[in-house]
């Protein structure tokens, strides 16, 4: 008799662990679809933000990575969400990484007249960065004239207007996204298309 209760219960728990296995793979399965589904909007997200083919791809690898790591266990539809406040946090990661690296080397060239003057490091880095000559466009996407205005955009207003009209989250899930208020989401987000509107024109 307990042999036999025995054997119950190591079939019980070699079904449960069957189980769970299955219920793994699916997940795995299911995140999979979700990362390839994602993958290409989130880098030219990250490309527009940094201009940087390469960085954009490390972003977004590592974005993926962490959603994996982290919140694989979560429910599906909050994916979505998770993943792009993770994309984000790290594109902020980049800029600040961007600031501090740009700050030191404008302090190193500074001219002898230039430091005795006052003139702080700060002020010669570029708030914005520029675009540089755009060589893959995806126009199945973005029209080359729209990322190109985009990309002008500060980095705030590229995360509002991205997040609220190209990827479709409203304006709690957005601010959630972004830390910070939904006031701040809707000025992000007006700036950015009146900015957009001035810089295109006609073309709309």
Known sequence: MIKTAALITDHSGQLGRNTQRERDLATAAKMNNFLRGVERRAFVIARLATQDEEESLDIVQDA???LVQKYSAHPEVEWG???H???????????????VRNRWRVF???????EDSGLKPEDQVAQTLHLEPETHVLHEEMSGTLQVA???LPLRQQQALLLRAWEGYDIAQTAKIMNCSEGSVKTHYS?????????LGDYQ
């Open 150 to 152: 985009v990309g002008q």
């Open 81 to 83: 969400a998770l993943f």
């Open 64 to 66: 993926m990575f962490k």
């Open 191 to 199: 700036r950015a298309i009146h900015s957009l509107r001035e810089k």
């Open 85 to 99: 406040a993770i994309l984000h946090s790290r594109i902020n990661d980049w800029h600040r990484r961007q600031k």
């Open 108 to 114: 190193f060239f500074l001219s002898d007249e230039e």
